[in-house]
């Protein structure tokens, strides 16, 4: 434990390193009474991670939130070693947010020896971000599945920013029996309506001034199909065609999906949600939004 | 709940069919102080089985059994429709043994909808019964898995005579970080040596009497092959001869592995295990011991 270990007190931020100081922590509120809410995150925090400790806040879940960028989950052409990384900044902007503790494990706390186990969830990954990186959705649930055994809390919050990545750890808990609620919460914008990212970090002024167009054309596809509108087909073709225009490197999909199932659509008769991911310059960019 | 609902109190055997009948049950348990020990098993039960509850009672645990034939383990091939099942025979010796609570789910409490995540374990199945039950590994680690989650137990009981089982879940359960021990109790044998199984039920009387030289040869491989005296290989050749002539029909595998990888050994020199796996007639009977 560092910074305070006064953390059955009303205030203070703790942080444990290892998963026996995290339960000693969290053990200590549960005797007080308290309901534990996890935010798994990788750091580099922005005011979308804030969004999900003041979601456990309102909960009247102590907030935990761990920070570990997890090995597994990317791809070995993917941006782990860029992946940024402020522990300090994390730290200060989550006590001014109410955090009461922080899990900040090394990769050796995380994985003690070689991983042998691994959870996969089949069919809601067989789309969209799955075969453009493989592996990925398996590294996201085993090391969810990991930090929430670790932390065991009430109710664990991820962000609707990566609805797929929720829609996965949704199905895992409840296809596992985990006594535990996975809650999402809404995606935090910039001003012009950029999803916020950790990533966001990486687009230069122009691309930055680009990028906000990814909203637009979601936003413009969600008005054309909704109520069975516009062919899916149609609007996200045309979408797809002003991104690139706009400056876009690649669109990897732009597609009107089910909100549960995550199959493609072709007429919007049900919830649905307009899914996006794009190449602008180094940066990979995904975002969504629902249909109505 | 059925047969008793007094679950809190000193004795007597409640019944619990669904996942919030177990949790209720044992959330009583646990505002009375008291730790949970959990015994998956099959059903069709015996002193195998019994001596788990023992296990868990010596351990100040309040034994809690699962009773549930996992159609996810049995291949297509095999015995799922055929595994005994004695549920009133069941819950008499559970309650004679001191079991308190009995969670006796049917398939569509364990599988409410299609299951889409899998817990798989690498490398330790990729031997011995792996192979020759393609996905039983699986189908059993994910069902552990949701037992475990439904119940939340302090710790879990298995017995050695699955020796494989035993391994992946003690794996799995470390890798994944759950926060419940995994305890091995030692297989529980006929006066002659056979092993304890529900699949003993079915062999004949001829062979029940060839069945025990199972036992007999792996124990002349053991003493063969210990402090690193006989190859491995040349004392499992003989063994596996002498089973055939004894009347066994198919030899699967009889091996000698390190206790904790579970690869095959040529010479012994640390823990080892002897396994076995063999067809009588229709009947599959698997066994282990140590080497020492």
Aim: aromatic share 6%; net charge neutral.
């Amino acid at each position: 434990m560092a910074i305070k270990n006064s953390q059955t007190q009303e205030r203070g931020l703790a942080v444990a390193r290892t998963v026996a100081e995290l339960r000693h922590a969290i053990a200590a509120f549960r005797a007080a009474g308290r309901t534990i809410g996890l935010i798994p995150t990788m750091g580099a925090l922005h005011e979308g991670h804030i969004s999900l400790v003041r979601g456990a806040l309102g909960r009247s879940d102590v907030p935990v939130t761990s920070i570990f960028v997890n090995p597994t989950q990317f791809g070995p052409n993917e941006d782990f070693a860029a992946y940024p990384r402020d522990e300090a900044g994390d730290l200060a902007k989550l006590e001014e947010a109410g955090c009461r503790l922080v899990f900040a494990p090394d990769k050796d706390e995380m994985y003690p020896g070689p991983q042998l186990t691994t959870v996969h969830v089949s069919e809601i990954t067989d789309g969209l971000c799955g075969p453009l990186r493989p592996g990925h959705f398996d590294g996201v649930a085993t090391v969810v599945t990991k930090l929430l055994m670790m932390a065991m809390p009430e109710r664990g919050y991820f962000g609707e920013k990566d609805y797929q990545q929720l829609q996965v750890i949704k199905r895992m808990a409840r296809d596992l029996a985990m006594p535990i609620e996975i809650v999402g919460m809404p995606t935090v914008r910039e001003l012009d309506g950029l999803a916020m990212s950790s990533r966001n970090r990486y687009l230069g002024a122009a691309e930055r001034a680009t990028a906000l167009h990814l909203y637009r054309q979601m936003m413009a596809v969600a008005r054309a199909v909704r109520d069975g509108g516009a062919s899916c087909g149609a609007a996200t073709s045309d979408a797809t065609k002003a991104l690139l225009a706009a400056g876009f490197d690649k669109v990897e999909y732009l597609t009107v999906i089910d909100a549960e199932s995550l199959e493609p659509v072709e007429r919007v008769s049900g919830p649905a949600r307009v899914v996006a991911a794009t190449r602008l310059g180094r940066t990979r960019l995904i975002d969504n939004i629902a249909v109505d």
